[in-house]
């Protein structure tokens, strides 16, 4: 059985945080693969900065050089809110012969109970859970209980700091890929404060 990571998120923009973690998430485990999921809508998110056509060119440009990480369109095709658990129902239907772990960082731990129907989660993957700086690790006991959680090495990077790193005409060289880093900069991406 093909053994699919999946790690959603805003991506705006994606960075070496978010690679690392998957990287990590796929020896620990280990993956066949990681699938990474541009939300269109973040339900936890007041929206994002950068257009979701932009969001998903830079996550393709990141993944370009991985034969195992792989960008995924499954969250931008479909109307409204990016539901978690409607993503696995989808993964599922379309991988009728996998089995599938939603890798999220330290700090998601904690909204874990705040996130739509986490039990409906849970019944379709393993939820595993990376380090990241500064995050608690608190959480609904009885949710936490069926994490996984894995070793990484914490890299205190965020989308928001690239963001405002761009804002404030300051250097993004080894925060982001470098393909990225072209594209937001041909594309004036975050160039107005916007974190
Ligand atoms: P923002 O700063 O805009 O809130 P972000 O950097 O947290 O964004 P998201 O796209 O929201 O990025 O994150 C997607 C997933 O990646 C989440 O599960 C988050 O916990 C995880 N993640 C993001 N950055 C890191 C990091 N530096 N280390 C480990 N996990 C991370």
């Not at 945080?17 to 269109?40: K, S």
């Not at 090495?153 to 965020?158: A, K």
């Not at 982001?176 to 975050?190: D, F, M, N």
Request: hydrophobic residues 45%; aromatic residues 6%; charged residues 20%.
């Amino acid at each position: 059985m093909r053994r699919i990571g999946v790690i959603g998120g805003t991506f705006d923009p994606i960075h070496n945080g978010h690679l690392l973690l998957a990287r990590f998430a796929l020896e620990a485990i280990p993956l066949d693969e990681v699938l990474f999921i541009p939300a269109a809508d973040p339900p936890l998110k007041p929206g994002t900065y950068a257009p979701a056509a932009e969001r998903l060119a830079m996550v393709e440009l990141a993944v370009a050089d991985s034969d195992d990480f792989m960008a995924s369109r499954v969250e931008l095709e479909r109307l409204g809110k990016s539901y978690t658990v409607e993503t696995l129902k989808t993964l599922h239907e379309t991988h009728p012969d996998a089995e599938f772990f939603f890798i999220i960082g330290a700090d998601n731990v904690a909204q874990m109970a705040t996130w739509h129907d986490p039990e409906g989660i849970l019944a379709q993957c393993t939820v595993v859970a990376g380090s990241r700086p500064t995050a608690p690790t608190d959480g609904d006991p009885e949710l936490v209980a069926q994490l996984r959680f894995i070793d990484t090495p914490l890299i205190e990077l965020s989308s928001t700091q690239i963001r405002q790193r761009l804002a404030d005409g300051l250097p993004i060289r080894h925060m982001v890929p470098a393909a990225v880093e072209t594209h937001i900069r041909a594309k004036g991406l975050y160039a107005a404060s916007c974190s």
